[in-house]
């Protein structure tokens, strides 16, 4: 059974930075970062396949970088300019499965 782990959240001001982290207990597959506000559904922040294709939320592109480092079988969420509707849960998923990380929280101040 690969198990997820996040972390990396913390508090910062609008306009600040965080990485994210998602450690793997075995290969990293393809991966997503999903978010959860409060009041709001899962939504779908950014992927990387096992080939290091990415993809990204039109509300994230061009601010947060996704990217993995298969020696250390961790994925990394880089997040800059980040602004007060970033505040979420932020959770690690392997595509195609039910196998999701505890989730790390983030919280944007104004």
């Known amino acids: 059974q690969v198990q997820l782990v996040e972390s990396g959240g913390g508090l910062v001001q609008a306009g600040g930075s965080l990485r994210l982290s998602c450690a793997a207990s075995?290969?990293?597959?393809?991966i997503n970062w999903y978010r959860q506000a409060p009041g709001k559904g899962r939504e779908l922040v950014a992927s990387i396949t096992s080939r290091g294709t990415t993809n990204y939320a039109d509300s994230v592109r061009g601010r947060f970088t996704i990217s993995r480092d298969n020696a250390k079988n961790t994925v990394y969420l880089q997040m800059n300019s980040l602004k007060p509707e970033d505040t979420a849960v932020y959770y690690c998923?392997?595509?195609?499965?039910?196998?999701w990380g505890q989730g790390t929280q983030v919280n944007v101040s104004s």
């Open positions: 998923n392997i595509r195609g499965s039910s196998i």
């Open positions: 075995g290969s990293i597959f393809s």
